[in-house]
């Protein structure tokens, strides 16, 4: 079975950084894409940024310059590299992964991490 571990949440300050790190483990046939999406209290789960396995990334516009997701195929690992934090990115940080299966090779199936918690103070 895969799993997604993520790490690398805390408390930073305002304007402060963190690194996130989601490793994927099990048998990976093939990786689509990976990303990230967060949630805050009492908020909707909402898409931060992925990365395709053409290396194409996207952002959500709140996190566009202070925010980079990168990714390490050896280690079938995803980053986000979180700079210039404010307090409204205080939220509960998901990793996710959409993958092929050997059995289904033109089908994808959503992953989903245990998430990290990240707050900002202000």
């Known amino acids: 079975q895969v799993q997604l571990v993520e790490s690398g949440g805390g408390l930073a300050q305002a304007g402060g950084s963190l690194r996130l790190s989601c490793a994927a483990s099990g048998f990976i046939f093939s990786i689509n894409s990976m990303g990230w999406f967060r949630q805050g209290p009492g908020q909707r789960r909402e898409l931060v940024a992925t990365i395709t396995s053409g290396g194409t990334t996207n952002y959500v516009d709140s996190v566009k310059g202070r925010f980079t997701i990168s990714r390490d195929d050896a280690k079938n690992t995803v980053y986000l590299q979180m700079n210039s934090l404010k307090p409204e990115d205080t939220a509960v940080y998901y990793c996710?992964?959409?993958?092929?299966?050997?059995?289904?090779?033109?089908?994808?199936?959503?992953?989903w991490g245990q998430g990290t918690q990240v707050t900002v103070s202000a």
């Open positions: 996710n992964a959409k993958l092929g299966r050997k059995e289904t090779p033109w089908h994808t199936y959503e992953y």
